[in-house]
């Protein structure tokens, strides 16, 4: 098993930046893909990047690709999501969630496919 505790969320303009960071405790984490997705108020949960277990392959939705990147220190096991270029419609509780990998590429988008998930940490961008 995998427990997963973020942090980083905060206060933020739009435009500005901020670093989630997912801390991961237990099973082996360099043989996990990892996903970020968030959820707003009267929202379901989205799914917003993920990073295969070898870290060669990530996927982003749409609406975050150019502004979001997600990496991987597996020696610090630690999965992060640096938001660039922030959004009040960025403005959502973010979780972190694994599952333990198949293929060095595999990656999903689907929170379903997720075994493990944080608690979440709050992100509000203010316009």
């Known amino acids: 098993q995998v427990q997963l505790v973020e942090s980083g969320g905060g206060l933020v303009q739009a435009g500005g930046s901020v670093r989630l960071s997912c801390a991961a405790s237990?099973?082996?984490?360099?043989?996990?893909?990892l996903g970020w997705f968030c959820q707003a108020p009267g929202k379901e949960r989205e799914f917003v990047a993920a990073i295969s277990w070898s870290g060669d392959n990530k996927l982003y939705a749409d609406s975050v690709k150019g502004r979001f990147t997600i990496s991987r220190d597996n020696a610090k096991n630690t999965v992060y999501l640096q938001m660039n270029s922030l959004k009040p419609e960025d403005t959502a509780v973010y979780y972190c969630?694994?599952?333990?990998?198949?293929?060095?590429?595999?990656?999903?988008?689907?929170?379903?496919?997720?075994?493990?998930w944080g608690q979440g940490t709050q992100v509000t961008v203010s316009s």
């Open positions: 969630a694994a599952s333990y990998g198949r293929e060095r590429y595999y990656v999903t988008t689907r929170g379903a496919d997720y075994d493990y």
């Open positions: 237990g099973d082996t984490f360099s043989r996990y893909q």
